[in-house]
């Protein structure tokens, strides 16, 4: 199994940037292929990204397409989401979370086996 801690959320105001980090523990980091989900106030839990095993394959939400980054370094065990250009709709709790298999770019949540607690960003306008 593995655990884990997001890190790096905040306030910032509309049109500003922010990175999130999610740091891995336990099993290989590389047997898992990784997402970042959000779930605002009376929302479901979305899919905003995700990436393959190596990092090669990334998808985005159609909402973040263009302003959000994806990525992973294996070596520090370290998931990334580089958000810029912020708008008042992203404004949500923001979630890691791993899975061990399957199609990594079919978006489901159902599919991923481990989640982090969450790290809150808001957008102010």
């Known amino acids: 199994q593995v655990q884990l801690v997001e890190s790096g959320g905040g306030l910032v105001q509309a049109g500003g940037s922010l990175r999130l980090s999610c740091a891995a523990s336990?099993?290989?980091?590389?047997?898992?292929?990784m997402g970042w989900f959000r779930q605002g106030p009376g929302r479901e839990r979305d899919l905003v990204a995700a990436i393959s095993w190596t990092g090669g394959g990334t998808l985005y939400a159609d909402s973040v397409k263009g302003r959000f980054t994806i990525s992973r370094d294996n070596a520090k065990s370290t998931l990334y989401l580089q958000m810029n250009s912020l708008k008042p709709e992203d404004k949500a709790v923001y979630f890691c979370?791993?899975?061990?298999?399957?199609?990594?770019?079919?978006?489901?949540?159902?599919?991923?086996?481990?989640w982090g607690q969450g790290t809150q960003v808001t957008v102010s306008s």
């Open positions: 979370a791993a899975r061990r298999a399957g199609s990594w770019w079919d978006g489901l949540r159902d599919n991923y086996d481990y």
């Open positions: 336990g099993r290989s980091f590389t047997d898992y292929a």
